[in-house]
């Protein structure tokens, strides 16, 4: 009888996590440490890295390193890479979760700079680290799998309503253009490289989450739930199985697809 249990075990695999310390990461980083995997974390905050790299050591037992890598310098990030894979001798996962959402200025008003500031995360980013990556897991020649965190807004537009008069965090909210466009170019380049290396055994895979809950304002929660059917946000630990199943040889047989995690909202 087959061991079921087996296919989601992560032992010795080694995972990478862009934007670690975010508000997904960390979650993330452990669900996978769970399972077995020796953990990268990649983001800027070295205090806020050490302090999460010690407590997935002492909670799991697995390896965990991290790197202060900004992620939209080629030089940099191919370095890390590169030291990556000195230290931990493969990489077999790479969850590509780090993202910018600026919403300050609106679409008429906003200029090329303030366009960039999104883009260069959520699209060359993560195209510095999927070549990285890919490129290193070709070379293993032992395939591996890619997990690109999209957004709800990357396949359906947002309900502009909702932000009127809410904040995050003591600003005011809103969701700009450059982020539904990014969003749903990740899962474009998803669908494009599970093509291109799955004779590589690279699996690309997406996973979109509906809306998060943290320091969003009470009446931005209130909105968002009433469209949503199960009447809620997201909390970060339900993605986690997910991000477990695409990530471990569960999905064995899936690629080029995109997961969505969203309480319903895009089923009305």
């Known amino acids: 009888m087959a061991d079921f249990h087996s296919i989601f075990d992560l032992t010795g695999k080694t995972a990478v996590i862009t934007g670690a310390v975010g508000n997904l990461g960390p979650s ?6 769970n399972f077995g995997a020796n953990i990268v974390l990649l983001d800027l905050h070295e205090g806020r890295l050490e302090k999460l790299s010690n407590n997935i050591r ?3 037992g697995v390896r965990s390193t991290y790197h202060v890598c900004d992620l939209t310098n080629p030089e940099i990030v191919e370095n890390t890479i590169c030291q990556i894979v ?7 996962i790479l ?10 200025v609106c679409f008429e008003n906003a200029t090329l700079t303030d366009w960039r500031k999104t883009s260069s995360i959520n699209e060359e980013a993560v195209f510095l680290t999927s070549q990285a990556v890919g490129r290193q897991m070709i070379k293993q020649q032992k395939g591996g799998s890619i997990v690109n965190i999209s957004s709800i807004y990357g396949i359906m537009a947002p309900d502009h309503r909702i932000y009127q008069d809410a904040n995050f965090g003591g600003s005011s909210m809103g969701s700009p253009a450059v982020y539904s466009y990014t969003k749903a170019g990740l899962i474009g380049l998803t669908r494009y490289l599970s093509t291109y290396w799955a004779h590589h055994n690279i699996r690309v895979n997406a996973l979109t989450p509906g809306g998060v809950e943290s320091s969003q304002s009470d009446n931005f929660k209130r909105r968002y739930n009433d469209r949503v059917p199960l009447q809620r946000m997201a909390q970060p630990l339900d993605l986690v199985g997910a991000l477990v199943f695409l990530a471990s040889d569960a999905s064995a047989y899936m690629t080029g697809q995109n997961l969505v995690l969203d309480g319903g909202l895009s089923a009305w």
């Open 95 to 104: 969850v590509n979760n780090a993202q910018a959402k600026d919403a300050a």
């Open 28 to 33: 993330f980083a452990n669900a996978l440490a």
């Open 58 to 60: 002492k909670s799991t």
């Open 86 to 92: 000195s230290d931990h001798k493969m990489v077999d």
